[in-house]
């Protein structure tokens, strides 16, 4: 089955500063990469996703790159504010369409 | 925006109780999904319904039982839990389970297993 590895475990960082998550899979047939944000006892929410047809995808502070030949794929934030601290799981759904999660990222982002 | 519903939003009970969980959805999605998120974990698949047909059952036990009445409800039915089911169970829903389609989660019921 697909496994997905994610790091860092966590990430802390100044506000305005960047960061980047980074994920490996191992099933070369999955072709959809989304990123969700999940704030302490809320819902795991999506915020950006690319499909392996794709190398780039941006949305206004948010982008995901993706290397299928490396079969990796990251998350950049940009000009991180406070609200952006949670974790964020990144995750790969393989050719069973079935949706394997990284372990998860914790990031703090100091006022 | 994007809908989930679930209830409760929290429940207790004992390993000899029976219960269930609901979810809910009304963007018209024709693929459900049921995982399970213990603390600081990542949430873990459990159930796939796909026009309300169970079509992916990752290895669950028998004491969570699946039902999908029709295609905007999924129901899970809990009986003889361990103290170790104690977790946040997350209902998903995506247009449908074969395209790439993202998949949108609920809240979560809080279930503690006394």
């Known amino acids: 089955g697909e496994n997905v590895e994610q790091h860092p475990s966590t990430l802390s960082v100044q506000e305005g500063d960047s960061a980047v998550i980074k994920c490996t899979y191992s099933?070369?047939?999955?072709?959809?990469f989304p990123w969700y944000k999940q704030e302490l006892g809320k819902r795991p929410q999506l915020i950006i996703d690319?499909?392996?047809?794709?190398g780039e995808k941006k949305d206004q502070r948010i982008a995901v790159t993706l290397n299928k030949t490396a079969k990796h794929f990251s998350l950049h934030i940009t000009e991180t504010q406070p609200e952006d601290s949670a974790v964020y799981f990144c995750?790969?759904?393989?050719?069973?369409?079935?949706?394997?999660f990284g372990g998860g990222t914790r990031l703090m982002v100091k006022p | 925006d994007t809908e989930v519903t679930q209830t409760p939003k929290h429940l207790v009970m004992g390993m000899t109780n029976k219960k269930s969980l609901k979810c809910e959805q009304h963007?018209?999605?024709?693929?459900m999904y049921w995982y399970k998120q213990k603390a600081k974990k990542p949430p873990e698949l459990m159930f796939v319904?796909?026009?309300?047909?169970?079509?992916i059952n990752e290895s669950v036990p028998s004491r969570f039982s699946p039902e999908c009445p029709n295609s905007s409800l999924l129901n899970l039915h809990l009986h003889a839990l361990q103290p170790e089911d104690s977790a946040l169970y997350l209902c998903?829903?995506?247009?449908?389970?074969?395209?790439?389609?993202?998949?949108?989660f609920g809240d979560g019921t809080r279930l503690s297993i006394l």
């Open positions: 963007m018209g999605h024709r693929a």
């Open positions: 319904y796909s026009y309300e047909k169970l079509s």
């Open positions: 995750a790969a759904r393989n050719a069973g369409n079935m949706l394997t």
């Open positions: 690319i499909r392996s047809n794709v």
């Open positions: 099933d070369s047939a999955s072709n959809y």
């Open positions: 998903a829903s995506s247009q449908d389970s074969v395209g790439n389609q993202p998949q949108h």
